[in-house]
């Protein structure tokens, strides 16, 4: 069997539809779920900005060494 060839001058269709009129990619999307997808992803960053908020806080609250680790670096190895 042979290979059919596209005529010459003509350009064969791309394998993925992502441009094509319509596509998701262009908003084919019902604006509803561009709306609850949207707060979905706010919510996410929220919670993760929260988390990073509150290791940070923790981290900063005391960025003196302790008497402990002030004497441990002190003290001559060997």
């Keep these: 069997m042979k290979k059919e060839e ?3 001058g003509t350009v064969p269709s791309p394998a993925n539809d992502n441009g094509s009129p319509g596509s998701r990619a262009e908003g084919g999307l019902d604006p509803r779920i561009r709306i609850i997808a949207r707060a ?6 929220r919670e ?3 988390a ?3 290791k940070r806080r923790r981290q900063a609250a005391n960025d003196n060494a302790t008497p402990e680790r002030e004497e441990e ?3 001559p190895e060997g």
């Design 52 to 54: 990073w908020e509150r």
């Design 48 to 50: 993760h900005y929260t």
């Design 6 to 8: 596209p005529a010459s």
């Design 40 to 45: 979905i992803g706010r919510q996410i960053a």
């Design 73 to 75: 670096e002190r003290k």
